[in-house]
């Protein structure tokens, strides 16, 4: 488990003040204005949400680049422990496993390589930059209803933008962080020879790396991204229709 640090502390102290602000803003708010619950709530929280998620961004990538270990998900080759020639359990468990095994694990490393850190930190605060403009754009657009300006041109213009950075946070949180697990299995399970002594006979010639799991490769494409960003775009021309729309039916009157 990785210790707490004075950047964890700070994220604490940083996230606490932020509800706290957020919280006196928004009760001074209800009291002077008459304002739907349900808008309301869903400004609130979703304003609490990005600055929180903000914090935590720019926390994980100062920990991540500073700290002495980082606690990082690596892919390994399909695994499973192998018992010693002549060993064996008893009493057995009551199930037997047939395939399978472990694929990947969460590992606490120390002296992983600076580009393998930069690549997590960077995938790891794309993810949350991502989540950062989605609730930006709720609570832009709660604000805007609150003003009776639901169609407003900046509604539709943040949405563009919350599509842009949904597809490439995405998809860039999900590759950079593949890549940075890669390469720190390469650098902490690359293990070739092993060596033991005071064994016994019937484990002569047997290899004990076969106890330790071998790197894996692993780089996966998510769609979700993509999908996202599509939803997103079709909000913001959406959006846009609704905006011109309203000019059109100001000018009439």
């Given at each position: 488990?990785?210790?707490?640090?004075?950047?964890?502390?700070?994220?604490?102290?940083?996230?606490?003040?932020?509800?706290?602000?957020?919280?006196?803003?928004?009760?001074?708010?209800w009291r002077r204005h008459a304002i739907?619950?349900?808008?309301?709530?869903?400004?609130?929280?979703?304003?609490?949400?990005?600055?929180?998620?903000?914090?935590?961004?720019?926390?994980?990538?100062?920990?991540?680049?500073t700290s002495q270990d980082v606690t990082i998900s690596v892919p390994v080759n399909e695994y499973w422990p192998q018992l010693p020639p002549g060993a064996?359990?008893?009493?057995?468990?009551?199930?037997?496993r047939v395939g399978g095994g472990f694929t990947?694990?969460?590992l606490q490393v120390e002296g992983l390589s600076a580009g393998a850190r930069v690549l997590w930190a960077s995938g790891l605060a794309a993810g949350l930059l991502a989540q950062v403009a989605i609730a930006a754009l709720i609570?832009?657009?709660?604000?805007?209803?609150?003003?009776?300006?639901?169609?407003?041109?900046?509604?539709?213009?943040?949405?563009?933008?919350?599509?842009?950075v949904v597809l490439v946070g995405g998809i860039a949180a999900?590759?950079?962080?593949?890549?940075?697990?890669?390469m720190?299995?390469?650098?902490v399970l690359s293990?070739?020879?092993?060596?033991?002594?005071?064994?016994?006979?019937?484990?002569?010639?047997?290899?004990?790396?076969?106890?330790?799991?071998?790197?894996?490769l692993r780089i996966e494409f998510p769609f979700w991204p993509v999908g996202a960003g599509l939803g997103f775009a079709a909000l913001a021309a959406v959006l846009k229709y609704g905006t011109r729309l309203q000019r059109d039916t100001e000018g009439l009157v």
């Open positions: 488990m990785a210790s707490f640090s004075w950047v964890h502390l700070l994220i604490l102290l940083l996230a606490v003040a932020v509800i706290v602000l957020v919280l006196v803003l928004a009760v001074r708010s739907d619950g349900v808008i309301g709530v869903t400004l609130t929280g979703s304003a609490l949400y990005g600055a929180i998620a903000l914090i935590i961004a720019i926390g994980t990538v100062i920990d991540v680049l064996e359990i008893t009493p057995g468990p009551s199930a037997t990947t694990a969460d609570a832009v657009a709660c604000f805007q209803l609150l003003r009776g300006a639901a169609f407003a041109q900046i509604v539709a213009n943040l949405a563009t933008v919350t599509a842009v999900a590759v950079l962080c593949d890549i940075a697990g890669s720190a299995a390469q650098q293990v070739t020879s092993a060596q033991w002594s005071n064994v016994p006979s019937a484990w002569a010639d047997w290899d004990p790396t076969m106890l330790l799991p071998k790197p894996g």
